[in-house]
């Protein structure tokens, strides 16, 4: 039984694409979408030896292992340049997604969809697709097991106008749609951010202090506009 987390990941896979699942784990995602018969081929790329062996373990036992590949690497790595048209990178922070997508720009030739889900800092991905040359085609945000998660689907090209400040922190098409989750997310986060400014005004004066106030201050403005 895939999460309804992955479930809205493999949505934006389209039928007939060759996909590299970074950061596979288990290669739930690459199974799945080879089952549904949506993916033609699949990598699944892994770091660490652990889940590396379970994705590989996973592949073995639903007998798939003719149209996954299991590799262990680093990121984009793992990936032949123009091997396969979409990469999805789902369940790690926003930094380490754009970290991976930076530093293996040159694998993306031949790529044409991203489908990216942060567990956070989902406005460092759009920041990076915007300044890379990628435009959102659509986002959707949900709720799981009391956790919120967003999904970020991206093609080549570049937005009718650059994503203003709001967009690039909320994400262009949730600030669209505002759904229920969407508001439960942001009014959680404006009361984590005001108790770390009510904790800063203990230690104000520091100049660190002070510039991580004001940071907090624009970001809590963005989402009370909202
Ligand atoms: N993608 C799966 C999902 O969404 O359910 C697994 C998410 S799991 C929390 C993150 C996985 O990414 C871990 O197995 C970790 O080892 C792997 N990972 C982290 N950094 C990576 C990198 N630079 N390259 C490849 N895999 C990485």
Redesign the pocket.
């Known amino acids: 039984q895939l999460?309804k987390?992955?479930h809205y990941?493999a949505s934006y896979i389209k039928k007939g694409m060759k996909i590299a699942?970074?950061?596979?784990?288990?290669a739930?995602?690459p199974c799945y979408a080879i089952k549904q018969g949506t993916a033609s081929f699949a990598v699944a790329?892994?770091?660490?030896e652990?889940?590396?062996r379970s994705a590989k373990e996973q592949v073995e036992k639903v007998q798939l292992g003719h149209l996954i590949d299991v590799r262990k690497?680093?990121?984009l790595?793992?990936v032949e340049p123009k091997e396969v048209d979409c990469i999805?990178?789902?369940?790690?922070g926003g930094p380490?997604i754009a970290?991976?997508l930076d530093s293996g720009k040159e694998k993306l030739d031949g790529v044409s969809r991203l489908v990216l889900?942060p567990?956070i800092g989902a406005e460092h991905i759009r920041h990076w697709l915007l300044e890379n040359g990628w435009k959102l085609i659509d986002e959707q945000i949900l709720e799981e097991d009391g956790k919120i998660y967003e999904v970020l689907a991206a093609e080549r090209g570049f937005p009718s106008k650059p994503y203003n400040p709001g967009e690039l922190l909320l994400g262009p098409f949730l600030l669209k749609k505002k759904n229920r989750v969407f508001e439960k997310k942001w009014l959680s986060e404006l009361k984590v951010w005001q108790n770390i400014l009510n904790s800063m005004d203990k230690s104000k004066g520091r100049p660190e202090t002070e510039k991580k106030k004001q940071e907090l201050l624009k970001k809590m403005a963005i989402v009370k506009e909202a």
């Open positions: 999460s987390r992955l990941v699942d970074i950061g596979s784990d288990h739930y995602l790329g892994e770091i660490a652990g889940p590396f690497g680093d990121g790595e793992v999805v990178i789902a369940g790690m380490l970290q991976i889900q567990n």
